[in-house]
């Protein structure tokens, strides 16, 4: 089973950011919180990811709370581009802990 | 450039008649997996490969087998599909399951239909 919660839907004006949270709250020291995003039905596509910092790169912001039991994802200045289902997933490392468990998910829509 | 790829993409087959779903990927990665999609069910699991001659079983694996010979390649069979098996594949790999800081790479996906 997933071991986050995130809200299944959400809406963002364009230009806005956007901010997705997510609960992760029985995650262990050795798992890093992922993000990854899935436009209409197309393959999941990777974001960022981050086990204790705040991480940015080109496409986002992860803010993850200081007892690692929360996460949100911040997509800046979102478009309609932007609209797609965002998956926040705890992964562990070696054997069936690196699997990518997939939970439902947050359904973006950036709206103009 | 860094892909993974499916054949075919689309696919309507009948019930019984053996298939099998390519994916290759010419990133070196060791690890790759097969997932379904279904609507309400989300992404699941199916089976993945940690390395060359080592696959397991994910959530999902009944009717499906697999097989990695070579690296690369990661086929999915179905030996006698059946119409529960109508769904969204995706196939994915990434560097290694077992190192902490490794991206997915996923493929674009294949519509299966049995009827």
């Known amino acids: 089973d997933a071991k986050t919660t995130q809200p299944p839907s959400m809406d963002c004006a364009e230009g806005r950011a956007a901010n997705l949270p997510c609960n992760h709250s029985t995650i262990s020291g050795n798992e890093y919180v992922y993000w990854y995003r899935q436009i209409h039905s197309q393959g999941p596509q990777y974001i960022i990811h981050g086990l204790k910092n705040n991480e940015t790169n080109e496409m986002a912001s992860l803010i993850i709370t200081e007892d690692r039991k929360s996460s949100t994802l911040i997509l800046p200045h979102a478009t309609l581009r932007d609209t797609a289902v965002y998956y926040c997933i705890v992964r562990g490392y070696g054997g069936s802990q690196g699997n990518l468990i997939f939970g439902k998910g947050t359904k973006l829509s950036v709206k103009p | 450039e860094a892909q993974v790829t499916q054949n075919p993409r689309y696919l309507i087959t009948v019930t019984g008649k053996k298939l099998t779903v390519t994916c290759s990927q010419n990133?070196?990665?060791?690890?790759m997996s097969w997932y379904r999609q279904d609507p309400g069910l989300g992404l699941r699991q199916i089976y993945y490969s940690m390395n060359v001659e080592v696959t397991d079983k994910g959530d999902v694996p009944e009717g499906y087998k697999v097989s990695r010979k070579e690296k690369r390649n990661f086929p999915l069979i179905l030996e006698s599909p059946s119409p529960n098996q109508t769904s969204l594949y995706f196939c994915?790999?990434?560097?290694?399951?077992?190192?902490?800081?490794?991206?997915?790479?996923f493929g674009q996906g294949t519509r299966l239909t049995v009827v």
């Open positions: 994915a790999s990434s560097l290694s399951a077992g190192r902490m800081n490794t991206e997915a790479f």
């Open positions: 990133m070196n990665h060791e690890y």
